[in-house]
């Protein structure tokens, strides 16, 4: 499955917990990525360029990783994907991938927030963890791109029928309730 959100919607939290419960691997591009930037390997350094930016990293770079990530054996009984994809470009690589592994997407759930709840709560995190790309400019263009560009990958899961969308706003624990709940009918349907 694949978990997507705008950035402060709580998609990292709820991946953790979601996996933990139903057993899957996570995997968050976005995780990588960092762990990339702090080892100062190649791939961090190239990365970090576009991220402290609040850029995209280029697809050509993000779609391989993924590939890489994806074929691997601990992957082959289901994941969940948090962060990718956030383009329509990715969207046709992740289905190439899957096709190439025998695999198919079940659910596609969606964290709503509004953009003000979102700027407010990654203000507030940038206090906590020191991220480089909280700050309010660069929330900002995040936020641009998500509206820009994730919406679209959004429309395409919609349009194929695996769309679930969850209310991101409240505790996070009631947050957790919803998205369970919705996998479970999502499954079943
Ligand atoms: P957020 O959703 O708050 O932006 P993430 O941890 O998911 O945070 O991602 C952090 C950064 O990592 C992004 O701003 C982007 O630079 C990079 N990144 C993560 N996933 C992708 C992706 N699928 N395509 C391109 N860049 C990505």
Known sequence: MLIIGPPGSGKGTQ???ISERLGVVAISTGDIF???VKGETPLGIEAKKYMDNGDFVPDSVT???VRDRLLQDDVQDG????GYPRTTVQVDELDDILAQAES????????????????????GRALDTGRSDDNTAVIRHRLDLYHGQTEAVVARYAERGILTQVDGIGEIDEVTDRV???IEVAKTA
């Open 15 to 17: 991946a953790e917990r």
């Open 34 to 36: 960092r762990a990339n």
């Open 63 to 65: 779609n391989k990783m």
């Open 79 to 82: 994941f969940l994907l948090d």
């Open 104 to 123: 198919r997407l079940d659910v596609v759930l969606q964290l709503t927030a509004d953009d003000d709840e979102l700027v407010k709560r990654l203000l």
């Open 180 to 182: 369970m709940k919705a």
